[in-house]
């Protein structure tokens, strides 16, 4: 397993654009995975390979990638969009998750 | 509708053991890789186990590896996490999931169970 560094918090206003980071070593060769949390509730898988979204996940969630760092993008950021995010990624023994970025809608 | 509920939870003293359970319904559990992921109380996820479709395969975090033993029974549609020696850092919640494909063991989780509560304290 690897180390996943985010940033612990990013704060936004109604609307506007939201990126979280996550950079480790090892992202160049392995996909990342995006999940939502909140509050009491399970994790949501919201980008998987880097950049895909699942059905019924709002298209202003997009994931991107740039040599060691993987970025999730929210354009126009709802309300509803508060929450816990967490990058993931995984080799052929093992998963690591990111430390976590909470996202706070001003 | 897809579903795992997850089971087994409690109060444990340190060293103690604890058996946790994961009933699946529908998708053909027998074709997926499973996953434990656990939380603890205000802290981020950690991965700690997960078992090939087969149950041929597992994989374990260092900080449980010896300890925990993950299993499944196709046949019952159920996966397991049997602890043992636990200890006051294990406490958390304890997800299953799903890998997204079929094809690699390790990768996305698209499906969650609801969590079951370990409490290891005396």
């Given at each position: 397993?690897?180390?996943?560094?985010?940033?612990?918090?990013?704060?936004?206003?109604?609307?506007?654009?939201?990126?979280?980071?996550?950079?480790?070593?090892?992202?160049?060769?392995?996909?990342?995975?995006?999940?939502?949390?909140?509050?009491?509730?399970?994790?949501?898988?919201?980008?998987?390979?880097?950049?895909?979204?699942?059905?019924?996940?709002?298209?202003?969630?997009?994931?991107?990638?740039?040599?060691?760092?993987?970025?999730?993008?929210?354009?126009?950021?709802?309300?509803?969009?508060?929450a816990?995010?967490?990058?993931?990624?995984?080799?052929?023994?093992?998963?690591?998750?990111?430390?976590?970025?909470?996202?706070?809608?001003? | 509708?897809?579903?795992?509920?997850?089971?087994?939870?409690?109060?444990?003293?340190?060293?103690?053991?604890?058996?946790?359970?994961?009933?699946?319904?529908?998708?053909?559990?027998?074709?997926y890789?499973?996953?434990?992921?656990?939380?603890?109380?205000?802290?981020?996820?950690?991965?700690?186990?997960?078992?090939?479709?087969?149950?041929?395969?597992?994989?374990?975090?260092?900080?449980?590896?010896?300890?925990?033993t993950?299993?499944?029974d196709?046949?019952?549609?159920?996966?397991?996490?049997?602890?043992?020696?636990?200890?006051?850092?294990?406490?958390?919640?304890y997800?299953?999931?799903k890998?997204?494909?079929?094809?690699?063991?390790?990768?996305?989780?698209?499906?969650?169970?609801?969590?079951?509560?370990?409490?290891?304290?005396?």
């Open positions: 397993s690897y180390e996943l560094t985010q940033p612990p918090s990013v704060s936004v206003s109604p609307g506007q654009t939201a990126r979280i980071t996550c950079s480790a070593d090892a992202l160049p060769k392995q996909y990342a995975y995006w999940y939502q949390q909140k509050p009491g509730q399970a994790p949501v898988l919201m980008i998987y390979k880097d950049s895909e979204r699942p059905s019924g996940i709002p298209e202003r969630f997009s994931g991107s990638s740039s040599g060691t760092t993987v970025t999730l993008t929210i354009s126009g950021v709802q309300a509803e969009d508060e816990d995010y967490y990058c993931q990624s995984a080799d052929s023994s093992g998963t690591s998750f990111g430390t976590g970025t909470k996202v706070t809608v001003l | 509708e897809v579903q795992l509920v997850g089971s087994g939870g409690g109060l444990v003293q340190p060293g103690g053991s604890l058996r946790l359970s994961c009933a699946v319904s529908g998708f053909t559990f027998s074709s890789p499973m996953n434990w992921v656990r939380q603890a109380p205000g802290k981020g996820l950690e991965w700690v186990s997960a078992i090939s479709s087969s149950g041929g395969s597992t994989y374990y975090a260092d900080s449980v590896k010896g300890r925990f993950i299993s499944r196709n046949s019952k549609k159920m996966l397991y996490l049997q602890m043992n020696s636990l200890r006051a850092e294990d406490t958390a919640v997800y299953c999931a890998r997204r494909d079929a094809v690699a063991t390790m990768g996305a989780l698209d499906i969650w169970g609801q969590g079951t509560m370990v409490t290891v304290s005396s």
